[in-house]
């Protein structure tokens, strides 16, 4: 009878745990990602809150920044080492304002003026 009620718990957990998966809130942005300067071209950004979990794509491309939610600010940084062995590092520093994102994306060579629109 205790494996009854043991098997019937861990079944009842795993219902009500993957169900509440579904359920979490989740925001997407996209928008422009614009420089002033013209050897950096404009392009597109995707930004997903979901549980103050943050992933930014920018560019659209498979290059992603993730990190947590600090109330309305938003900073995420990725790095890694190049092909000349210098770092390349990437930075969105961002406010979360209602259904926009606005801020400044960084790279090595380039930035960006960020606005992103909830859809």
């Not at 219902?15 to 998966?21: A, E, V």
């Not at 300067?37 to 930014?56: K, R, V, W, Y």
């Not at 992603?64 to 900073?75: N, P, S, W, Y």
Request: charged residues 20%; hydrophobic residues 35%.
């Amino acid at each position: 009878m205790v494996r009854l009620t043991m098997a019937a718990s861990a079944a009842i957990l795993l219902l009500t745990g993957g169900c509440s998966i579904q359920h979490r809130p989740k925001r997407q942005f996209a928008g422009k990602l614009q420089s002033p300067d013209a050897a950096c071209p404009s392009t597109q950004g995707t930004l997903i809150i979901q549980n103050d979990q943050i992933i930014f794509s920018p560019a659209d491309t498979t290059w992603t920044l993730t990190g947590k939610a600090l109330g309305e600010k938003l900073e995420l940084t990725r790095s890694r080492p190049s092909f000349d062995h210098k770092l390349y590092a990437t930075t969105l520093k961002a406010t979360l304002s209602g259904d926009r994102v606005v801020g400044t994306y960084s790279t090595p060579s380039c930035t960006y003026a960020v606005d992103l629109k909830q859809f």
